[in-house]
Nanobody
Framework: QVHVVESGGGLAQVGGSLRLSCTAS????????MGWFRQAPGKEREFVAF???????????DSVKARFTISRDNAKNRKNTVYLQMNNLKLEDSAVYFC?????????????????WGQGTQVTVSS
């Protein structure tokens, strides 16, 4: 059973920054891909970014390119930890952000591509 926990959400102003963190623990101990999704009120959950095991394959949604950076920490004591650095935040970035984990090789752009999910962390951007 994989346990996924996000942290780092909060309130920021337009143009500001926030950093989200996510750690996956439990078994299996290795994860192929970790990603971020977000869901605003009344909208479907949408893809934000993913990073693969070795950090060498990264993909972003067009809406966050050049503003958000995803990275992965695979050091022994921080294995399966992923970060989302969000800069130049916009009002439309306000949402609950979810961390997602895929155990095996495969796709990674839709909700159905992931095996395990965190509970989400709220990000609110104000003017």
């Amino acid at each position: 059973q994989v346990h996924v926990v996000e942290s780092g959400g909060g309130l920021a102003q337009v143009g500001g920054s926030l950093r989200l963190s996510c750690t996956a623990s439990g078994r299996p101990t290795d994860t192929y891909r970790m990603g971020w999704f977000r869901q605003a009120p009344g909208k479907e959950r949408e893809f934000v970014a993913f990073v693969d095991r070795n950090g060498d394959n990264i993909h972003y949604a067009d809406s966050v390119k050049a503003r958000f950076t995803i990275s992965r920490d695979n050091a022994k004591n921080r294995k399966n930890t992923v970060y989302l650095q969000m800069n130049n935040l916009k009002l439309e970035d306000s949402a609950v952000y979810f961390c997602a984990v895929r155990i095996t090789y495969g796709l990674g752009l839709t909700v159905r591509d992931y095996d395990h999910w965190g509970q989400g962390t709220q990000v609110t951007v104000s003017s």
